[in-house]
């Protein structure tokens, strides 16, 4: 485990470091911990092509609040290494979640553990919860992918499907429009113009992220965990309806929240105070 850099500004720790993932990729993760004893941990799985640093306003308002949030760059993403946008597997995926919530508790040992995912992760933290039935105190998603907001070109999906059986790790352009992230035009245009966020995304990671969204949807009734579940009512890239079912099927365990009118990413939408405020209040902040 390698520290890369430390820094203390007011009442916050910020801090990187790699690990090994189970088969051998070095993997880069960030943390923004509150100075002294955090009341808990969040780990936190970030969208497709994106990366964690994207979320350090979420890390310091949590980290004021006294919670610790580290997160980790996908492989293929961000400063991790692999190919972009592409995994071998889905289960891939989820043991690297398992890798890295032990990283969590060798460093913070004895302390309450969440999971947090947006978009794409959002669709791993929910799967990794059904599957895996982890040991945690709960589960925190915002606009995840268990639907997209709009029908894929069928030619795209059929070679995607195609390529995942014959050259799992042909990419594409995601095709991503980065209007839709935020309604928040500074977020945009940093987005576009951040060298650690790609547009690619491989046959396997497509096929595999859209089976696992409809998985989810259909085993909602088992969820484990007490579950915040938030999403933009006018997110066009993930679907918020798709959320609403998951909500209704899984029952008293998820506390539901829209935001009307709002896009996919909520933590960056002009009005994100009130997504952080109702994120600690669903810690018991």
């Keep these: 485990m390698k520290t890369i850099f430390t820094s203390e500004e007011n009442k916050l720790d910020t801090f990187g470091w790699t690990f090994k993932s189970s088969d051998g990729l070095e993997l880069y993760a960030r943390g923004w911990v509150p100075i002294g004893k955090p009341k808990a941990t969040l780990a936190l799985i970030h969208g497709l092509g994106e990366h964690t640093g994207r979320y350090a306003h979420v890390g310091a308002v949590l980290a004021e609040k006294g919670f610790a949030l580290l997160g980790f760059d996908l492989r293929g993403h961000g400063k991790s290494d692999g190919p972009r946008g592409h995994t071998p597997s889905y289960d891939t995926l989820l043991d690297d979640i398992t890798v890295f919530l032990k990283q969590i508790e060798s460093r913070y040992p004895d302390l309450p553990r969440?999971?947090?995912?947006?978009?794409?992760?959002?669709?791993?933290?929910?799967?990794?919860?059904?599957?895996?039935?982890?040991?945690?105190?709960?589960?925190?998603?915002?606009?995840?992918?268990?639907?997209?907001?709009?029908?894929?070109?069928?030619?795209k999906v059929t070679l995607g499907r195609l390529m995942n059986k014959i050259a799992p790790g042909f990419t594409q352009a995601s095709g991503l429009d980065t209007k839709a992230l935020s309604r928040d035009s500074a977020v945009v245009s940093a987005y576009e113009n951040d060298p650690l966020v790609h547009s690619r995304i491989s046959a396997r990671m497509f096929v595999s992220i859209f089976e696992s969204g409809l998985w989810a949807l259909e085993h909602a009734d088992e969820f484990p965990l007490p579950l915040m579940l938030m999403h933009?009512?006018?997110?066009?890239l993930s679907s918020s309806e798709a959320s609403k079912a998951f909500a209704a099927k899984a029952g008293s365990k998820v506390t539901l929240k829209l935001f009307d009118g709002w896009f996919h990413e909520i933590h960056n939408e002009p009005e994100k105070a009130e997504v952080f405020k109702a994120m600690l209040d669903w810690l018991g902040n």
């Design 232 to 236: 933009g009512s006018a997110d066009r």
């Design 114 to 155: 969440f999971l947090y995912g947006h978009s794409l992760g959002g669709n791993l933290v929910l799967n990794y919860a059904l599957r895996r039935k982890p040991d945690l105190q709960g589960i925190l998603v915002t606009g995840p992918w268990l639907k997209l907001a709009f029908d894929p070109p069928a030619a």
